[in-house]
């Protein structure tokens, strides 16, 4: 059982485009969470998800970031008009259901120039 | 504030010395979480409790609910075991995690 995926697993992007990054959990995990780890800071949450449901997002920038997790296919956070700010390590993780450990990907590396 | 405190911040230890994390919470917590992000920059999860005990190889960790605290050991510490360790408190109703800021510790060989 492969663990949770992340890709790419670094991301350069000039200010003003798209950042897009991907989480596959884990087979048979329906549960996922985005961290986002700024530079010389902790881990912050930014949304949960479960299939097709965005189940908290108190945690995401009021503009320019979503997140979707669709029935088929990987979770996805994109970052719209990236800016130097927005660069950080984005950690996902997945769990089975509600009360149940949670695995984190090797995050992403976004560093916008 | 933060809701999840953790110490010491930084800690330097000899090998084979006996290590203590320490970690403190607010209310309402229904689980704790405790993580290991090497230097490269990953993550693994060590431990999710919520009373009680748990141990797995050189690593116990304890829960106080009482005291709303956790500690995290490591016995016979060894150079590998040198990375960050965090705690993080999941709150009743609620599954995402609040992290601790963290706790650097280096083994000296």
């Known amino acids: 059982n492969a663990g949770v995926m992340q890709n790419p697993r670094h991301l350069v992007r000039r200010r003003g485009q798209e950042a897009r990054l991907r989480c596959s959990p884990m087979?048979?995990?329906?549960?996922v969470y985005w961290y986002r780890q700024l530079p010389e800071e902790g881990l912050k949450f930014m949304v949960y998800?479960?299939?097709?449901?965005?189940?908290?997002e108190s945690g995401m920038p009021k503009e320019r970031f979503s997140a979707e997790f669709p029935k088929e296919g990987p979770s996805i956070l994109r970052i719209q008009q990236v800016v130097r700010g927005d660069s950080a390590a984005y950690f996902c993780?997945?769990?089975?259901?509600?009360?149940?450990?949670?695995?984190f990907g090797p995050g992403t590396r976004l560093t916008v120039t | 504030k933060n809701e999840v405190e953790q110490s010491p911040q930084n800690l330097t230890a000899q090998e084979g010395e006996f290590i203590t994390i320490n970690c403190s919470y607010s209310?309402?917590?229904?689980?704790l979480h405790w993580l290991q992000q090497h230097p490269g920059g990953g993550i693994v999860s060590l431990f999710m409790?919520?009373?009680g005990k748990k141990k797995h190889g050189r690593l116990i960790a304890t829960i106080n609910i009482q005291e709303k605290h956790s500690s995290l050991h490591i016995t016979a510490s060894h150079p590998r075991d040198s990375a960050v360790y965090i705690c993080?408190?999941?709150?009743?109703?609620?599954?995402?995690?609040?992290f601790g800021t963290g706790t650097r510790l280096t083994i000296i060989p």
């Open positions: 993780a997945s769990s089975p259901g509600a009360d149940r450990n949670q695995y």
């Open positions: 087979k048979g995990h329906s549960h």
């Open positions: 998800l479960q299939k097709e449901n965005i189940i908290d």
């Open positions: 209310v309402g917590i229904s689980a």
């Open positions: 409790l919520s009373s």
């Open positions: 993080a408190g999941e709150y009743l109703g609620n599954e995402k995690l609040t």
